[in-house]
């Protein structure tokens, strides 16, 4: 947690520099949502309010490899997916991408470029409410076993007697 706030605070000081220097390193981050849901944070819920029921393809993002094409790592492949989900946010003015699927592209002519696609769902967090009967109803209604805890084999019991509300 304490390198993400330090890559955060030195990705601002950058910012503040100009545009002069060139950048030695780029980190992004954006929320992606599956079609299920991990966790409640307890009072607060939201709805998400779609900002458009058809696939958006939001276009090629380009970035530059680290290394050569060879030594190219999965986790940089994964950081450049973040990038271009990140930017996708970005263009569409969205909070998250809903199931985004990647075209991850590395060419012959120029192997030190991937170029990263991201089509899906751009979605804004809307109406941030305390906890209600009615939401926890839904809940029990779409997991009636509890929220599956993706840390373990558990579940998140979503009945009052639990302390669910």
Same mark, same amino acid.
Not at 50 to 75: A, C, H, I, Q
Not at 86 to 104: G, K, L, Q
Not at 131 to 148: A, F, H, Q, R, T
């Given at each position: 947690?304490?390198?993400?706030?330090?890559?955060?605070?030195?990705?601002?000081?950058?910012?503040?520099?100009?545009?002069?220097?060139?950048?030695a390193f780029v980190e992004k981050s954006a929320r992606e949502a599956s079609p299920h849901f991990q966790v409640f944070v307890f009072p607060?819920?939201?709805? +998400?309010?779609? +900002?458009?029921?058809?696939?958006?393809?939001?276009?090629?993002?380009?970035?530059?490899?680290?290394?050569?094409?060879?030594?190219?790592?999965?986790?940089? +492949?994964?950081?450049?997916?973040?990038?271009?989900?990140?930017?996708?946010?970005?263009?569409?003015?969205?909070?998250?991408?809903?199931?985004?699927?990647?075209?991850?592209?590395?060419?012959?002519?120029?192997?030190?470029?991937?170029?990263?696609?991201?089509?899906?769902?751009?979605?804004?967090?809307?109406?941030?409410?305390?906890?209600?009967?009615?939401?926890?109803?839904?809940?029990?209604?779409?997991?009636?076993?509890?929220?599956?805890?993706?840390?373990?084999?558990?579940?998140?019991?979503?009945?009052?007697?639990?302390?669910?509300?």
């Amino acid at each position: 947690m304490a390198a993400v706030l330090v890559f955060s605070c030195t990705a601002a000081s950058a910012q503040k520099r100009g545009k002069e220097e060139k950048e030695a390193f780029v980190e992004k981050s954006a929320r992606e949502a599956s079609p299920h849901f991990q966790v409640f944070v307890f009072p607060q819920i939201c709805d +998400l309010q779609m +900002l458009s029921t058809e696939r958006v393809d939001f276009g090629t993002f380009s970035y530059p490899l680290s290394n050569d094409l060879s030594r190219m790592t999965n986790g940089e +492949l994964e950081n450049d997916k973040a990038r271009a989900l990140h930017d996708a946010c970005r263009v569409y003015n969205a909070d998250i991408i809903i199931e985004p699927m990647y075209t991850s592209v590395v060419y012959d002519a120029d192997q030190k470029t991937i170029h990263v696609g991201v089509t899906g769902y751009p979605a804004k967090y809307v109406k941030f409410r305390t906890l209600n009967d009615k939401d926890l109803e839904m809940i029990k209604v779409l997991y009636p076993m509890g929220v599956p805890d993706n840390r373990s084999d558990r579940h998140v019991l979503t009945v009052a007697e639990e302390g669910a509300k």
